[in-house]
């Protein structure tokens, strides 16, 4: 089945500076890569999402980045803010079956 | 509010118990999806339910079981636990068939402690 693994576990960052988070797939057969932020104690929430046939995908100050040769897509946070401090999942799905990898804590520093 | 509704908010229980976790997706969404996750760790893909068949299967236990009612409403079956079934259980939904290229919507969650 498809294996996700996800980079860094953790991530401090200043306020202002950029965010870059790294995912990994094991299934060539995935198309679809969503990113989730879960803040803390509550539900996680689609941020944004990219689908095989498209290379990058913008929304604001937050991108991803899908490079499926080598079967990983990241996403970029650009003028991080204190509210940008949760946990981020990506995910790969190939027909019914969605995996998580195990998330980053992003931490951003006033 | 993501229209999913789940209840209890809070189960704490004793090992070798059953409990049922009952979750309601938003309205006309026909898929329903289980997750557990664990304290500090990611999101465990159970199970799918769409329009009251099982669609997909992962990392659930032989002991867990899950069934979707013809109202769509799905309960999510827990028996035997054991102290390592302690995690928050979120159930999802989305409008379509597969998972892929669709967002799903979680609910709040339910959060189980086993005694």
């Known amino acids: 089945g498809e294996n996700v693994e996800q980079h860094p576990s953790t991530l401090s960052v200043q306020e202002g500076d950029s965010a870059v988070i790294k995912c990994t797939y094991s299934d060539s057969a995935s198309n679809y890569f969503p990113w989730y932020k879960q803040e803390l104690g509550k539900r996680p929430q689609l941020i944004i999402d990219i689908r095989s046939n498209v290379g990058e995908k913008k929304d604001q100050r937050i991108a991803v980045t899908l490079n499926k040769t080598a079967k990983h897509f990241s996403l970029h946070i650009t003028e991080t803010q204190p509210e940008d401090s949760a946990v981020y999942f990506c995910?790969?799905?190939?027909?019914?079956?969605?995996?998580f990898g195990a998330g980053t804590r992003l931490t951003v520093k006033p | 509010d993501s229209g999913v509704t789940q209840t209890p908010k809070h189960l704490i229980t004793a090992t070798g118990q059953r409990v049922t976790l009952r979750c309601s997706p938003r309205?006309?969404?026909?898929?329903v999806y289980w997750y557990q996750q664990s304290l500090d760790q990611g999101l465990q893909f159970l199970i799918q339910?769409?329009?009251?068949?099982?669609?997909a299967k992962g990392n659930i236990l032989e002991r867990f079981s899950a069934q979707q009612f013809p109202d769509l409403h799905s309960e999510l079956n827990l028996s035997s636990l054991e102290l390592g079934d302690s995690a928050l259980y979120f159930c999802?939904?989305?409008?379509?068939?597969?998972?892929?290229?669709?967002?799903?919507?979680f609910g709040p969650g339910t959060r189980l402690t086993v005694l």
């Open positions: 339910y769409y329009n009251g068949e099982e669609r």
């Open positions: 309205s006309g969404d026909l898929s």
């Open positions: 995910a790969a799905s190939k027909n019914n079956d969605m995996r």
């Open positions: 999802a939904s989305s409008v379509g068939r597969s998972s892929g290229g669709i967002e799903q919507f």
